[in-house]
């Protein structure tokens, strides 16, 4: 076969198989520009509603700190949280509670700092505070439930429950009650089982209200714990204000949450 037929055929064969190749190409598409809704994906559709009006998840988990203020008749309390690892230092004037992601610890300031529980009570405002986003976390599972009736208006429901093993209380429960119209979260129901170590039928009741935006999350101004009768809210019991609120995305080093040489670690 002569040279000049053979580059003829070579040259074919080349450009059929690029004709070809570029026939079949998918349309390459950067999803850096596009603005995805994962939430959705993951959550179901009611609670992800919840979380959308409150500022969204991907905003939440880009926040690497949250601190605030409780004035109480004892003194000002400071909370400061590291929302990644969970790390916590609690200050006040008569002790520091602290826990270093393995272990609670107890700095007492004074003799007598009556009867706090550092183990219990280390996480414990932070919790209530940081609603809804903290009912986002691993190992929950979600469930529609009758809405609560309050002064004429009507908030459906969703319960939370863990799985088997997940956190210091895996059979507390609990029920975030939402503006329906809005999606914002109006109301908290929750039982304790960490003294008994076991599910509860008694239900307490927290509303939420004046909420405002801290670096794009609502987060509330006051929670009011209210009297109980019937399973339901009644009257109001005591309220709790919420100042000097510090969320940003600066990780605090691990050494703030660490124990102090003149602490001790607890056990309750």
């Known amino acids: 076969m002569k040279l ?3 580059l003829l055929i070579v040259l074919f064969v080349f450009t059929s198989c690029k004709d070809n190749k570029e026939a079949n190409a998918v349309e390459s598409i950067d999803y850096s520009e596009e603005n995805l809704d994962v939430t959705t994906s993951v959550y179901p559709e009611h609670i992800s509603k ?38 916590s230092l609690i200050e006040t004037p008569a002790y520091n509670i602290g826990y270093d992601g393995k272990d609670a610890w107890l700095l007492k300031k004074q003799d007598d700092v009556g009867n706090v529980k550092p183990k219990f009570y280390y996480n414990l405002m932070f919790y209530f505070y940081a609603m809804p986003f903290v009912l986002a976390d691993d ?3 979600y469930e529609d439930v009758e809405p609560l009736s309050f002064e004429g208006q009507s908030y459906p429901g969703i319960k939370i429950s863990y799985e088997s093993g997940v ?14 119209k809005t999606g914002e979260m ?10 008994s170590k076991e599910k509860s039928k008694k239900w307490s009741f927290i509303q939420y209200s004046d909420w405002q935006k801290v670096n794009g ?6 929670l009011t714990w209210f009297n109980v009768e019937d399973g339901v809210p009644t009257t109001e019991r005591k309220a709790t204000d919420f100042t000097d609120i510090v969320l940003t995305t600066d990780l605090k080093e691990a ?9 001790e670690y607890v056990t309750e």
């Not at 959308?52 to 949280?81: A, P």
């Not at 956190?167 to 329906?180: L, N």
């Not at 109301?187 to 003294?195: D, G, N, Q």
């Open 167 to 180: 956190g210091e209380s895996p059979d507390d429960e609990y029920i975030i009650y939402y503006d329906s």
């Open 217 to 222: 999350i609502k987060l509330p101004k006051r």
């Open 50 to 87: 919840v979380f959308k009006t409150h500022g969204g998840i991907d905003t939440w988990k880009s926040m690497k700190t949250l601190k605030f203020t409780i004035d109480k008749e004892s003194g000002t309390e400071i909370t400061t949280t590291d929302l990644n690892n969970r790390f």
């Open 4 to 6: 000049s037929s053979l």
């Open 139 to 141: 190992g929950i599972n």
């Open 186 to 195: 109006a109301w908290l129901a929750y039982t304790v089982t960490y003294f």
């Open 255 to 263: 050494s703030v949450f660490a124990k102090p040489d003149n602490a």
